[in-house]
């Protein structure tokens, strides 16, 4: 468990700083309910500015590891059981941070392909250019779950298509792509309410117009260059999204 912030790593400093209080918390050295140090003493242990440190207590509070009191502090907590799928991380990380089992990943295809227009619009890609994309069929306990497609620029494609887990859907991609050094500095999703076209209804094994809900995502890194977007068909019957709240 680190224990403290690694300041060459491409890892946000907020995250990294999450990562330590969600352990402590998790692991007990944190009890529920306790209250957790103040904002100042995070600074101070850590390096931080007071920003990265709220950034860091909203995340918590918004991942469930943290609930705040006011006029008290911010208290650890314990994420209640769910069947979500966060939209705030991929479906696999959420599924397994709730102690979910049963998932599986189906790759269906993964190559370079020209992309349609609103992929090429997204990435910002030149006229006429590749794309990398990845196609996967995700399973919750055997029932068809979500169909999605992650689309690339050509250097995180290749950096992709050397990860043999990433490829057999037996590793994270999104932990891949954090490792790889693309890490998320923001996005944008944009969640529509559709029938099932031919060849999503075809991956679910539903029927062609039934319901299902599109998620089109675009995240970029801390410099503006887009890396990932992605339009993910989820069956919510099976695999809800789940939306944390925080007030502010």
């Not at 918390?25 to 003493?41: F, K, N, V, Y």
């Not at 675009?218 to 709240?245: C, K, M, N, Q």
Request: charged share 25%.
């Amino acid at each position: 468990m680190a224990h403290t912030i690694e300041r060459v790593s491409p890892v946000p400093y907020y995250e990294q700083l999450f990562e330590i209080l969600r352990e402590r918390i998790t692991h007990g050295d944190i009890a529920e309910e306790e209250r957790l140090p103040s904002e100042l003493e995070l600074c101070r242990e850590f390096g931080l500015s007071r920003a990265t440190v709220r950034q860091t207590l909203t995340k918590l509070e918004n991942e469930g590891y943290a609930h705040r009191i006011p006029r008290r502090g911010v208290f650890a907590s314990v994420p209640g059981q769910t069947a979500g799928w966060t939209v705030q991380e991929g479906f696999l990380e959420s599924q397994l941070r709730h102690g979910r089992t049963g998932i599986t990943t189906e790759v269906v295809r993964a190559g370079y392909v020209t992309p349609d227009a609103h992929v090429a619009e997204a990435l910002r890609t030149p006229d006429g250019a590749e794309v990398f994309a990845l196609e996967r069929v995700r399973s919750l306990d055997g029932a068809k779950a979500m169909f999605s497609t992650n689309w690339f620029p050509r250097d995180v494609g290749r950096s992709i298509e050397s990860d043999p887990g990433v490829l057999d859907g037996s590793a994270s991609l999104n932990g891949h792509l954090r490792a790889a050094g693309f890490v998320s500095s923001g996005a944008q999703r944009v969640i529509h309410a559709l029938p099932a076209p031919p060849e999503v209804a075809a991956h679910l094994e539903v029927g062609v117009d039934h319901p299902v809900l599109r998620v089109r995502s675009l995240s970029w890194a801390a410099d503006g260059t887009r890396f990932d977007y992605y339009e993910t068909w989820v069956l919510t019957d099976v695999i809800p999204l789940e939306v944390s709240v925080a007030a502010s």
